[in-house]
């Protein structure tokens, strides 16, 4: 008897926790999924260049010899990374085609995962899961994308609403 009644105040006692936690508002937890990723790739996109508009020549050369992929010359690909690590991350600090901008950087992980380093799958998962967050729950109410109308309030489904 006494089992069972530790059971079942243990069982309140976590659902109460997850029912605290299920007041967390989804805005400030989109604006730490768009702030913390994309500060990532924002910083090194800026190890890339020199000032704002010229790519570093340490640069062309990690893409020709480390970043080498097997379809994508090593000049096209520098511009490319380095243009998408400025403009995405950008992009998702302001909330502005947020889910299209997440999309487009966990493409850039699974590439430097599979193509440049697979050893570290961690790191990446980390990001990946961050940004595929935000593309399937979009960037939260303080973003560029919801004041102009581009992403739409996201209601909570009658089972997610039943299980608090």
């Known amino acids: 008897m006494t089992d069972l009644k530790e059971e079942w105040t ?36 800026r190890t890339k260049v020199d000032g704002i508009f010229t790519i570093k020549d340490s640069t062309w050369f ?19 990374a380095t243009l998408a ?21 966990v493409g850039m992980t699974a590439v430097i995962q599979i193509f440049v380093y697979p050893g570290a799958w961690v790191t990446h998962g980390l990001w990946a899961a961050a940004l595929l967050a935000l593309a399937a729950r ?13 992403d739409g309030t996201r209601t909570r489904s009658a089972t997610e609403a039943s299980v608090t």
């Open 10 to 45: 243990m069982k309140q006692l976590i659902r109460r926790m997850n029912g605290l936690l299920d007041h967390i508002p989804h805005d400030a937890v989109a604006l730490a999924l768009r702030i913390f990723p994309a500060m990532v790739f924002l910083l090194s996109g």
């Open 62 to 80: 990690l893409f020709e010899h480390e970043y080498a992929l097997p379809v994508i010359p090593s000049e096209l690909a520098a511009v490319m």
């Open 85 to 105: 690590e400025h403009v995405l991350p950008a992009l998702l600090i302001l909330g502005l085609a947020t889910r299209l901008s997440a999309l487009g950087l």
């Open 138 to 150: 979009g960037p939260g109410a303080w973003s560029l994308d919801r004041v102009l109308g581009l």
